[in-house]
């Protein structure tokens, strides 16, 4: 298309349902808001209910709230259960919950924080709800990734949960890493379906709470250029929102802030590190997330590696 992919550009969502996770603030929200605007039924995936319901009160349209803690596998099985209760048939899975730059914390499972929550949550909360995706034509499963998967990320099967050392960045790395191979990986096992597609997308570097534990050396020097690095949630929720909504998007693809440097700008397609298309990596990952999880994806099968 020519121009600049607005919100404007997301089609009628009459019909569709939305399934948003962490959409309380920020980007989620932005993304559950301007979904419900165009009439998808949505719902609001959140840890704190009491937050939920704030925010499902700004937005106008059909919007629910469903209790979902990505960092507990307990929260997810059970959110996972009320929502295939509640919906027959889901068309977008957005995973964009996330928690940044968390000092050294676990999941209620034992996770690294920023692992657990960031990859293995939605991890399992995809699988748990696939079945509900697959059989609709044009269903998405849209995973929000960062420009963090090329700082220092690396996938670190010797030491996932960073037992050994820790460096925030460096598990911020390695999560946003994850967040892309999985997509990789769940797009060439959804492929042969023809219906559901794996996209993933990132905001660039926008003005929210997830920036809140930034290092202190960090944090004073972007507090002066951030208002010439940083856009808007509204900005920030577009690449996610064309993943979810553009019909010209194919399973597979990436989209992230047009201007130079994928910091701000309108969405397009991007491209991720060499690191994150290794398919020997996803599928290792793929395997371990299962085994960490207990969830398994039986309604896709992988496709045969390329020789």
Same mark, same amino acid.
């Given at each position: 298309?020519?121009?600049?992919?607005?919100?404007?550009?997301?089609?009628?969502?009459?019909?569709?349902?939305?399934?948003?996770?962490?959409?309380?603030?920020? =980007?989620?929200?932005?993304?559950?808001?301007?979904?419900?605007?165009?009439?998808?039924?949505?719902?609001?995936?959140?840890?704190?209910?009491?937050?939920?319901?704030?925010?499902?009160?700004?937005?106008?349209?059909?919007?629910?709230?469903?209790?979902?803690?990505?960092?507990?596998?307990?929260?997810?099985?059970?959110?996972?259960?009320?929502?295939?209760?509640?919906?027959?048939?889901?068309?977008?899975?957005?995973?964009?919950?996330?928690?940044?730059?968390?000092?050294?914390?676990?999941?209620?499972?034992?996770?690294?924080?920023?692992?657990?929550?960031?990859?293995?949550?939605?991890?399992?909360?995809?699988?748990?709800?696939?079945?509900?995706?697959?059989?609709?034509?044009?269903?998405?499963?849209?995973?929000?990734?960062?420009?963090?998967?090329?700082?220092?990320?690396?996938?670190?099967?010797?030491? =996932?949960?960073?037992?050994?050392?820790?460096?925030?960045?460096?598990?911020?790395?390695?999560?946003?890493?994850?967040?892309?191979?999985?997509?990789?990986?769940?797009?060439?096992?959804?492929?042969?379906?023809?219906?559901?597609?794996?996209?993933?997308?990132?905001?660039?570097?926008?003005?929210?709470?997830?920036?809140?534990?930034?290092?202190?050396?960090?944090?004073?020097? =972007?507090?002066?250029?951030?208002?010439?690095?940083?856009?808007?949630?509204?900005?920030?929720?577009?690449?996610?929102?064309?993943?979810?909504?553009?019909?010209?998007?194919?399973?597979?693809?990436?989209?992230?802030?047009?201007?130079?440097?994928?910091?701000?700008?309108?969405?397009?397609?991007?491209?991720?590190?060499?690191?994150?298309?290794?398919?020997?990596?996803?599928?290792?990952?793929?395997?371990?997330?299962?085994?960490?999880?207990?969830?398994?994806?039986?309604?896709?099968?992988?496709?045969?590696?390329?020789?």
């Amino acid at each position: 298309m020519s121009g600049n992919w607005t919100e404007q550009h997301i089609p009628d969502q009459h019909g569709r349902v939305a399934i948003v996770t962490g959409a309380n603030t920020g =980007l989620g929200f932005e993304t559950a808001r301007m979904l419900a605007e165009r009439g998808a039924a949505v719902v609001l995936a959140v840890r704190d209910v009491e937050k939920g319901k704030q925010a499902a009160a700004r937005i106008t349209g059909d919007v629910t709230v469903q209790a979902l803690d990505l960092a507990s596998l307990d929260s997810i099985r059970s959110a996972a259960a009320d929502l295939r209760a509640a919906h027959p048939r889901i068309d977008l899975l957005i995973n964009n919950a996330g928690v940044m730059y968390t000092p050294r914390q676990t999941t209620a499972d034992g996770f690294e924080l920023q692992f657990g929550t960031n990859h293995l949550g939605h991890f399992a909360l995809t699988g748990l709800l696939l079945d509900r995706l697959l059989p609709v034509p044009g269903s998405r499963v849209v995973t929000v990734s960062s420009a963090g998967h090329r700082i220092r990320a690396a996938i670190h099967f010797d030491d =996932l949960q960073w037992e050994r050392s820790y460096s925030r960045v460096a598990a911020y790395g390695q999560a946003k890493l994850a967040n892309l191979m999985f997509t990789y990986e769940l797009q060439r096992r959804l492929a042969p379906h023809g219906t559901t597609v794996a996209v993933a997308a990132h905001p660039g570097l926008s003005n929210t709470e997830l920036a809140r534990n930034t290092p202190a050396a960090l944090r004073l020097p =972007l507090t002066w250029l951030s208002p010439l690095l940083t856009q808007k949630a509204e900005m920030g929720a577009l690449p996610t929102l064309r993943a979810a909504t553009d019909p010209a998007v194919t399973g597979g693809q990436y989209y992230g802030p047009g201007n130079r440097g994928e910091l701000r700008g309108y969405p397009k397609l991007v491209t991720s590190s060499p690191d994150s298309h290794d398919q020997a990596v996803q599928q290792r990952l793929w395997t371990v997330s299962e085994e960490l999880t207990g969830v398994t994806f039986s309604a896709v099968t992988p496709q045969r590696r390329d020789s």
